[in-house]
């Protein structure tokens, strides 16, 4: 007799289905049952049917999936303050290795493609690939092995496209460090060139900056200004503000009850209870305030809290959406807008195969303690709850309420640098930098209606520690908000300098930073990982370092464009040598 094959994706559907529809009914019975007085254990034969199909789709889905996802658990899905015990963990070289294709790669001629070869087991998975059977971001998942998986993926890439990667580094990165946090579906790595600025003497001590860049002379211009301040006997910081933002809309079917919405959040009888629901979210959240704008018929409330060492982003979300929970019941009507995942929608479809298995064990965890209180819908959307926002926060974009209001670490750094230094270090005279800094950095910025940008290269700097640091790479954008402030002093001798940052987006867990090269240049800075014994105090000091470069920074290329150095340095130190040769030649 010839057996019938069922695709696999049906088999798993249809053992999904069952399942939660096992479990819905049951909630809905039992909760029926609390209501009228009945005891639990009163059954009918509805009730029979469903509790054995709950058992039997949960036995199939555990032992397809294997019960092994849970050690993977907390890379997918917990947040930045719970990689507090990551130096306790093994360190990723002690992991057995797993086995790797040996290419033997050779570039056509006509074509200029590369051209590898794999094994047959891996070739007819390759040509699954470009055939579109397998699709690509499931090839982790399927094969188990995250190396294997990215070469494979590289190669369909490549036959797909008839173009050649072979500049593009594969091996030599630990694919599985990023699985599920940092990158999908990656095909090598790039390789970015880190410089050491320093020392930077700052409120006592020395930090050697790492800047990972491709520009020529920056490194060697902060390292020029981090010299005059030593020189000078130092800088000094203050942290002014800490506190992640997030900023969701919600929206009434009038104006009349978003004010009403606003008048209950600002006002202080209410924010005792609303911090205690906020701050059940995390060990490490504190709320701190929330302020209001109301739109038309529209409330876009701006929380703030504090967020430990890590940079927050998830974790005053999670905090944010337990009081949209605790509001819902205050205000039914009110509809939440903007509910998506960070920067990637999530929804019960779309759910990637690797994160399946991990939903299906989130879900049945939440269900179950969910047993009176039944909110679906809310079980869906907690895997969303990394971008709450209305755009009010704001992330990722200029805007003037971080400028005025900040977000994340407020810094002031400022220095004294005295009139030898000024003259032998950097090649100038105090007034002369003042005056550029007034026709430069403050009437020329006004003049071209800046926000935040009162400054001459805040981003440069910025941008190279976050990317050596392994911080988001896009919140250079409000994080290089910055004033520049030079002054004389001392009779006009001495320069006093000054940087402002209302809103540097920092942490040292979690993201990025968790990665080695990142993660061994935080500990060059002593801020790795996070602060057992004073939580928060390592990403506020990674927030001064950064204030500190950037004073560095900001005071040296003011000094060459006064003395007129800019234009040479660069042309000696940041063009190509063998472009140089080609036009000599």
């Known amino acids: ?77 917990l947040d ?33 493609t590369l051209v590898t070869h794999f094994p047959d087991e891996d070739e007819d998975i390759i040509k699954s690939v470009v055939d579109g059977k397998i699709p690509s971001y499931a090839l982790e998942t399927k094969l188990a092995d995250t190396l294997r998986a990215a070469s494979i993926r590289r190669e369909a890439l490549q036959r797909t496209t008839a173009k050649s990667l072979a500049g593009l580094p594969l091996e030599g990165f630990d694919y599985d460090a990023i699985l599920g946090q940092c990158c999908e579906m990656p095909v ?17 001590s020395e930090y050697s900056v790492p800047m990972a860049t491709t520009e020529g002379c920056l490194v060697a211009s902060t390292n020029r200004g ?47 209870t609303l911090e205690l629901v906020f701050n059940s979210s995390s060990r490490f959240a504190r709320l701190q305030n929330i ?46 807008i903007g509910i998506s995942g960070n920067n990637h929608s999530v929804s019960f479809i779309s759910i990637s195969a690797h994160f399946f298995p991990q939903f299906v ?85 006004a003049m071209a209606g800046a926000l935040g940008g009162f400054n001459a290269h805040a981003s440069n700097i910025v941008s190279a520690i976050f990317l050596a640091t392994g911080q988001d790479p896009a919140q250079n954008i409000e994080s290089s908000h910055c004033i520049t402030m030079m002054e004389a002093v001392n ?17 040292t867990v979690g993201g990025g930073t968790q ?15 996070a602060n057992k014994e004073d939580p928060g105090s390592n990403s506020k000091l990674l927030a001064t370092i950064v204030a500190g470069a950037v004073l560095a920074g900001e005071l040296s290329l003011m000094s060459a464009l006064a003395a007129g150095q800019l234009v040479k340095s660069h042309m000696k130190y940041n063009r190509s040598n063998k472009d140089e040769s080609k036009v000599s030649s």
């Open 80 to 112: 930045e303050e719970q990689i507090i015990l990551e130096e306790d963990v093994v360190p990723s070289d002690c992991h057995f290795a797993s086995p790797k294709p040996k290419p033997n790669k050779f570039e056509s001629a006509d074509q200029k």
């Open 515 to 529: 990665l080695a090269s990142q993660s061994a240049c935080l500990n060059l800075l002593g801020v790795k990982g």
């Open 188 to 204: 090598g790595y790039v390789q970015i060139p880190v410089g050491i600025a320093g020392p930077l003497l700052l409120d006592g």
């Open 491 to 507: 009779c006009g001798r001495d320069l006093h300098i000054s940087v402002t940052m209302p809103s540097i987006e920092v942490g």
């Open 361 to 445: 064990f989130c879900s049945f965890s939440i269900l179950i303690l969910n047993l009176v209180h039944l909110e679906l819908a809310l079980i869906i959307s907690s895997f969303a709850f990394g971008n709450i926002s209305g755009n009010y926060c704001s992330d990722k974009k200029p805007a003037a309420v971080n400028w005025i209001e900040g977000r994340g670490k407020s810094v002031v750094c400022e220095a004294i640098i005295k009139e030898e230094v000024v003259k032998k270090v950097l090649k100038t005279d105090v007034s002369s930098l003042v005056e550029l800094n007034m026709l430069k950095n403050l009437t020329g910025s």
């Open 226 to 272: 981090c010299k005059a301040i030593y020189a000078s006997g130092g800088a000094n910081s203050v942290l002014l503000r800490d506190g992640m933002t997030r900023a969701p809309v919600v929206r009434f079917g009038t104006a009349k009850r978003a004010a009403e919405l606003k008048f209950f959040l600002e006002d202080p009888i209410n924010f005792d």
């Open 291 to 336: 302020k209001c704008a109301v739109a038309g018929k529209n409330l876009f409330t701006r929380f703030s809290c504090s967020t430990g060492d890590a940079m927050g982003m998830n974790m005053v979300s999670k905090g944010v959406q337990n009081v949209l929970d605790f509001l819902h019941d205050k205000f039914p009507d009110m509809e939440v």
């Open 1 to 77: 007799m010839k057996s019938i094959k069922i695709p696999l994706y049906l088999t798993n559907a249809v053992f999904f289905t069952l399942f939660f529809s096992a479990v819905y009914y049951l909630l809905l019975q039992w909760r029926q049952k609390i209501r009228n007085s009945i005891p639990l254990h009163v059954v009918t034969f509805s009730d029979i049917t469903a509790i054995v199909t709950f058992i039997a789709s949960f036995i199939y889905l555990i032992g397809f999936f294997s019960i092994d996802f849970v050690h993977s658990l907390q890379e997918d899905i």
